[in-house]
């Protein structure tokens, strides 16, 4: 029977936990011990092994049993590092989180399953973490900026009575819209999303390798049902392959997220040149369902 170390470490502000059996250990750690009630926190799940033994496989790991908080957005990245000497592999789950409610939050235990080199499924499990959702983080404002906050709500009040005519306009606006928006197909929608939410100009470049990664994997979820939520790289390139996907399009899949993987996790600043391409490259993905619709449409 393998037996089962349990190290618990607490680092000021910050908490972590983590297991260790044989040579995998697991790893959850919070960002912070309390969250603002309209913030979120980041909590970290992470699993180690020696990247050369080759003897384990990372199956599966349970989403997060929370309590007063619910979960935003995930994550999944995989790095290998060397570390004295020894490549170690690291997969890195990321769970970003957000208070219901004032008062106490909890994370129940979170359980990876593995197999080893014959097959024998094993479980690591990470223990209960807690934090505490606090008082929203409030906007500034000053005394001298109140008299104008309150002329503003007036005036909000006076323009009221002034609109309340065109109501029944602004909804016939509206429901056309809605309707226009119906009518697009899935890549116009993300063609538009795409323009609107990535900047190539912008100062913050590690933000639209982001924004493009994640546009990116909400696009291949709705259109070709592949599960993105949790899956890394290599998961969701495998999973193009047994759709049977042209080549060509997994080649372009595989450039973009491949890029934005190593920008987040390499901190750098990114590369506007880099950036572009990646952005012609969505952009082509989505450009030729559409042309070829409309082709299909004027024949």
């Given at each position: 029977m393998m037996k089962f170390a349990l190290t618990i470490a607490l680092f000021v502000p910050h908490m972590v936990f983590s297991q260790q059996e044989s040579s995998v250990t697991l790893q959850a750690r919070l960002a912070s011990e309390r969250v603002p009630l309209n913030g979120t926190v980041k909590l970290t799940v992470e699993a180690r092994w020696l990247a050369k033994s080759g003897d384990f496989t990372i199956d599966s790991i349970d989403e997060p049993k929370l309590t007063n908080l619910q979960l935003v957005e995930t994550a999944t990245s995989n790095q290998v590092l060397k570390e004295n000497q020894t490549l170690v592999t690291r997969r890195i789950y990321e769970y970003t989180l957000q208070g219901e409610t004032y008062g106490m939050a909890y994370i129940d235990e979170m359980r990876l399953h593995y197999s080893d080199s014959v097959g024998q499924s094993h479980i690591l499990e990470a223990p209960r973490l807690s934090l505490q959702v606090v008082d929203p983080i409030a906007g500034p404002m000053s005394n001298d900026s109140l008299p104008i906050a309150v002329a503003g709500l007036l005036a909000l009040l006076g323009a009221v009575a002034a609109i309340l005519w065109s109501n029944d306009r602004k909804k016939n606006r509206k429901q056309v819209a809605a309707e226009?928006?119906?009518?697009?197909?899935?890549?116009?929608?993300?063609?538009?999303?795409?323009?609107?939410?990535?900047?190539?100009?912008?100062?913050?470049?590690?933000?639209?390798?982001?924004?493009?990664?994640?546009?990116?994997?909400?696009?291949?979820?709705?259109?070709?049902?592949?599960?993105?939520?949790?899956?890394?790289?290599?998961?969701?390139?495998?999973?193009?392959?047994?759709?049977?996907?042209?080549?060509?399009?997994?080649?372009?899949?595989?450039?973009?997220?491949?890029?934005?993987?190593?920008?987040?996790?390499?901190?750098?600043?990114?590369?506007?040149?880099?950036?572009?391409?990646?952005?012609?490259?969505?952009?082509?993905?989505?450009?030729?369902?559409?042309?070829?619709?409309n082709n299909a449409e004027q024949s």
């Open positions: 226009s928006e119906a009518q697009q197909t899935l890549e116009q929608q993300f063609t538009s999303r795409l323009r609107q939410e990535v900047d190539v100009h912008a100062g913050n470049l590690s933000e639209q390798y982001q924004n493009i990664a994640q546009l990116l994997r909400g696009y291949l979820h709705q259109s070709m049902a592949i599960e993105t939520r949790v899956a890394t790289t290599e998961e969701l390139l495998q999973q193009l392959h047994s759709q049977q996907i042209e080549m060509s399009k997994i080649t372009s899949v595989q450039e973009i997220l491949q890029a934005c993987d190593v920008q987040k996790f390499s901190g750098g600043s990114g590369d506007p040149s880099q950036l572009n391409r990646l952005f012609s490259l969505f952009e082509t993905l989505l450009q030729e369902p559409i042309q070829a619709k």
